[in-house]
């Protein structure tokens, strides 16, 4: 298990079955490594970790409030909902990591949106440094841009062979073979060696 430096524009994606601790390694692993986020909580769990906002006037206001740990809980759980925040975030955000949940809900195998494209292939150097987290339940049905641009993939334990061969960089049998709450961590910067082996958090007590 190596330690894990993330950089705010990284890109990342993080993959497994329902219940099988990715919520739960973001707030606790990622979160407080990073300087600045908006997360895209659909299912409102990241209350506790930043000032939560329902709309583009709140999170205004947020980052007028020089707030840097913003919660969006989307009112509408649209995909216009989510390609109006991408834009938003295109035209007003520097220097920020997206956290998107269960993001096959608001971009799919086959529709991506223009802005949050823009985000993902365009953004990740000057003047925008944007990192993007993208965390589905569903890889199988994840855009191939999102797969394919993720320098760090990281994937707790599935059940399906499809959905764990669609990741790629890690082998499907070790993906089918983790214990709940263990993960792999592909990491491309680590070219030797890219695979790292990550046991359950620790319960805390
Ligand atoms: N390392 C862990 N040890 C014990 N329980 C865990 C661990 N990680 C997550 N859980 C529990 O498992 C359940 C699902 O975790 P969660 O992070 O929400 O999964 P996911 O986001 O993959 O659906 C939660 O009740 C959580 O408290
Ligand atoms: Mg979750």
Known sequence: MRPLKLKTNLRMFVASKTQMGKTTWIKRVVLPRLPAYLVWDLKK???GHGVVVHDL???????????CKIIFQPLLITDTAFEEL????????????????????VV?????????????????????????IAISQR??????DIIGSSGI????????????????VIPANDILALEPYA??????????????????LPKIT
């Open 139 to 144: 890889c199988a049905n994840v855009h191939n």
């Open 57 to 67: 006037k709140g999170l205004e206001d947020a980052l007028s409030a020089n707030c």
């Open 183 to 200: 993960c792999l961590i592909y990491n491309e910067d680590e070219r030797d060696n890219p695979i790292d082996c990550w046991p359950p």
């Open 86 to 105: 991408c834009e938003f975030i295109f035209f007003h955000l520097r220097g920020f990591t997206f956290i998107i949940e269960e993001v096959h809900q």
């Open 153 to 168: 993939v990281v994937c707790f334990k599935m059940f399906l062979p499809c959905d764990a061969e669609a990741i790629g």
């Open 45 to 47: 769990q990241y209350g």
């Open 108 to 132: 799919s195998k086959h529709k991506i949106g223009f802005y949050f494209k823009q985000l993902l292939t365009v953004c990740m150097g000057e003047p925008y440094f944007i990192g993007i």
